[in-house]
Structure formats: structure tokens, C-alpha cells
């Protein structure tokens, strides 16, 4: 099942959204049929740390700073992004802005710059930051800061 072509958003995924993460569920589960696109990176550096109790990866609005961050590409409707504005706490928590990123998948759009959105932290410094600046995150990564999932009341773990 493939998104409806009326209102699709774009958008760029880089923590526990991704596949093989712990929120992976819920692009799969919570907002089905929509349209994986491909592996991307941000066209500009940005800072993507890990921070506050739950361990959370955090992209800053600090255009020029961090690293090209890697992540994932989705095709969504209206419906799908307001789940995800729910999920990600939008826009009290994270804050959803636009973005180009450049598109690392393996066909004819390899290269490509495209405009998606992005979700930012929408005030770092109440969040102890606790990683250097990375390039792509993986909660189970040797950095020993693993995602808490206590943080999410829907978490599948925890249902």
C-alpha cells in the first residue's frame, strides 16, 4: 500500500524512527503504508548528539555546526505527519523545519537534493548533552548510551 499522491510530505527520520532502532514500530505499526524512500544525508552540518535522561538523539538547529548527519527518507500524508508531529512533541518538544538533504540511495536519485522535514530540538540546553557530535546515530552503538523506552508510554515494550 502506497501513500495517497494528495498532500504527501517528505520527511527525513535520523534517530529511533529509523529501521533496526526502537521506534522502528512505529513507521511500520502507528503510520502504515507510508513510502520509504532511501537513505539520505543532510545537505548542510547540523549537530546530532545524544542527550537528556531517556538517552534521546537530538538534532540542533545549529546550521554549519556537527556533521552531514545519515538518515532515512519517507514519503508521508497529512495523516502520518501528525502522528509524527504527536510522537515527536511537536512543537513543544521537537520542532519540525525544513531541510535539504542529499539522497545516498543506490538508483537514479543518488545525489539528488531534496527538500523534506526535519525535526529539532527546540531548546538543547534543557537536555544534558551527553555524546560528541555524530554523523549517524544507532542506540546500540559502542557510545554505552542506549535509548530508555520508559520515555515512550506507547512503546511496544512496554505494553
Known amino acids: 500500500m502506497s501513500v495517497s499522491k494528495v498532500n504527501q510530505h517528505t520527511v527525513f527520520v535520523y534517530g529511533t524512527l529509523k529501521k533496526g532502532q526502537p521506534n522502528e514500530y512505529f513507521m511500520k505499526e502507528v503510520i502504515p503504508g507510508n513510502e520509504y524512500i532511501g537513505e539520505a544525508k543532510t545537505a548542510k552540518n ?3 548528539v545524544i542527550a537528556g535522561i531517556w538517552n534521546l538523539p537530538m538534532l540542533i538547529n545549529k546550521e554549519g555546526k556537527g556533521k552531514n548527519v545519515h ?8 495523516e502520518h505527519l501528525e502522528h509524527l508531529d504527536q510522537f515527536e512533541g511537536h512543537p513543544e518538544f521537537y520542532e519540525r523545519k525544513e531541510i535539504h538533504v542529499t539522497s545516498l540511495d543506490d538508483s537514479k536519485m543518488r545525489g ?14 534543557k537536555n544534558e548533552i551527553k555524546s560528541t557530535y555524530l554523523d549517524k546515530y544507532d542506540s546500540n552503538a559502542n557510545h554505552g548510551l542506549p535509548y530508555d523506552n520508559t520515555e515512550n508510554d506507547e512503546h511496544p515494550d512496554k505494553v
Open 46 to 48: 547540523y549537530p546530532l
Open 71 to 78: 538518515g532515512e527518507l519517507y514519503r508521508v500524508n497529512d
Open 112 to 125: 539528488s537534493n531534496i527538500k523534506c522535514w526535519a525535526y529539532f530540538i527546540k531548546d538543547d540546553s
